[in-house]
């Protein structure tokens, strides 16, 4: 079924709007595009919950720093349109940067503390981004159930917090992360690296079970584990930007890691930047 493609942010509100009148459940998928296997799980987890399912597909400007890949991000909508075709998906929100942001535009939404740390440290803007476009499209769309990827697990933190601040009705459907064969997570970016890259990216992955198992071999000093995932990706070729052990919830570090723990890390592997996590 081909779903039908709204590009103004004013149709989309009407379209919400009916879909009040009509009740039901509507699920979203937040989306930039460049649609791969983890998007789609997403997709299928809201048409099995859902009554109707609207995906937006959005290169958000505001999330990207001035000095990374907003330019070549990639995008090609013919090719995610035919995938989401495959699926029951009702609407795709498919606006322009215009659209989102009109001239005079003023308005930002900052999550304090959650937004600063982690990947906060390096991309000081990123999560105004994220907070402010996110808003705006659970403000747009009125979905009941938003479907968000735990691989950006510190973005899932912060627009939870956003939502019970701010009152919004919309609640997060927490899904697991989606992974290729070989245990790389898959991520849109994974396109920019080689294939010698592509090897070493596994290494990301690596780290973190080998923290989890000196976790259950019985170390539980933080530093100690970190200092061993980070070694790995040196001895791997890749640079660390960072590998933290966090309370789930807070997104602080941890004097001593324990059931529950969430180690994230954040890697370089050439010019690319990759993230995963993963729960102790």
Same mark, same amino acid.
């Given at each position: ?15 919400? =709007? ?16 460049? &649609? ?5 799980? /997403? ?12 995906? =937006?597909?959005?290169?958000?400007? =505001? ?42 535009? *003023? ?13 906060? *440290? ?22 009941? &159930?938003?479907?968000?990827?735990? *691989? ?9 917090? /956003? ?40 290494? &990301? ?58 180690? &994230? ?16």
């Amino acid at each position: 079924m081909r779903p039908h493609i709204v590009h103004t942010v004013a149709e989309m509100i009407g379209i919400a =709007s009916q879909h009040r009148r009509e009740r039901g459940v509507t699920g979203f998928v937040p989306t930039m595009g460049y &649609l791969h296997e983890g998007h789609l799980s /997403l997709v299928r987890a809201a048409e099995e919950r859902c009554d109707r399912v609207v995906v =937006s597909i959005f290169v958000n400007p =505001s999330q990207f720093g001035p000095n990374e890949d907003l330019a070549a991000y990639p995008r090609d909508f013919d090719r995610d349109l035919e995938l989401l075709s495959q699926y029951g998906v009702n609407y795709v929100f498919f606006p322009t940067p215009e659209q989102m942001y009109p001239e005079g535009y *003023k308005t930002w939404i900052e999550v304090d503390e959650l937004s600063a740390v982690l990947c906060g *440290k390096t991309r000081p803007t990123h999560f105004r981004g994220v907070a402010t476009v996110v808003a705006k499209l659970m403000n747009i769309v009125e979905a009941d &159930l938003m479907f968000m990827g735990e *691989k950006d697990y510190q973005q899932i933190v912060v627009l939870e917090r /956003l939502i019970a601040d701010l009152n919004f009705h919309t609640r997060i459907v927490r899904c697991p992360i989606v992974r290729e064969q070989d245990g790389l997570a898959m991520s849109s970016r994974n396109r920019y690296l080689s294939d010698d890259e592509r090897d070493r990216a596994l290494c &990301l992955q690596q780290a973190l079970q080998m923290g989890r198992t000196a976790f259950e071999n019985g170390m539980t000093n933080p530093a100690r584990v970190r200092n061993i995932m980070a070694e790995h990706v040196h001895n791997c070729g890749g640079e660390v930007d960072y590998f933290e052990c966090v309370d789930p919830d807070t997104l602080q570090g941890v004097p001593e890691l324990q059931s529950g723990t969430r180690m &994230l890390g954040a890697v370089y592997i050439g010019k690319t930047r990759l993230i995963d996590n993963i729960a102790l």
